[in-house]
């Protein structure tokens, strides 16, 4: 079921356009995850949806409702994390949720929230004691206070170190579980691929591609890469290019001293010819590995760009 449906949407800054059409439906229960490059319109578009900027074209449905005729009966049900500046610092962990709860006629529990964002232990601390992951995990729990259906959270790990960055993670899942739609921006491709049931890149003001994970690698390329590495000088690793050129498995190959690569898309028949060549030379090999594409491939295919992490 679509909870959420996005078309046509635009919006310009004097000359510049920020998003020139955009469209997607989002299904209830789902984490949809909106990755581009800077300045791709993901923020704008964010916004756009959360009520906080008004689109020069295009329409927005939250489950029939629109920002024209039902604003009130959005707002509760839709959950932003906010900016760490919306906070107080000078008040504690706890008393910033009980604040934010007061906005809402309904809200859950602080000692809920604190437990969902694992802040329980913490719940003492003034906010300008709390680690940058701590703070994110906070500004999560306030955009869940009133008990949202669909959260949004725009980069909740940019800047964060993996452990931090892995805490978000957990919560996002846990969202999940509770049945809740969460509408992620994120400028980490592993995140992405991890956490997202699909992922939309937009770039330049347009979706450029909307899928699972998995599918979008999957219509990119079933090729895989496999790497070997010859404890016997570069001649090994020479002699057995020759070879699997001669594969029809074998798409491509490329070779730097030591260490081959080889793009198959069959990576058993492949590597069954190349270790009986191997074998039957006496040849040793060190190190073997097979990389499946990732999403980053599939971004710079999609969108021509490197990735920022
Ligand atoms: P980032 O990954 O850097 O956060 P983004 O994908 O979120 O980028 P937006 O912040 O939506 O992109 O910006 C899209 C384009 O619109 C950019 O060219 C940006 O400079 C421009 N823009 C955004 N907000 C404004 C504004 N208030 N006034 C003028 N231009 C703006």
Redesign the pocket.
Known sequence: MSILEVRGLRKT??P?T??HDISFEVQAGEVFTII??????????LEMIEGLQEPDAGAITFDGLTWAKDAERIKFRIGVQPQSSAMFDLLTVEENLDLFATFYPKSRTTAEVLEMINLTEHKKKRVKALSGGQKQRLAIGLGMISDPEIIFLD?PTTGLDPQARRNIWDIILKLKTMGKTTIL?T?YMEEAEKLSDRVCI?DQ?RVVSLDTPAALIERLTKEREVRLTFQDGEEAAIATEQVAQNQPTVVRTAREGTTLQLWTVQPEETLYGVFGFTKERGYRVEQVSIREMSLEDVFIAFTGKEWRD
């Open positions: 800054y004097g510049i920020a998003v581009g490059p800077n300045g791709a319109g993901k923020t704008t578009t980069e921006t400028h937009v003001g």
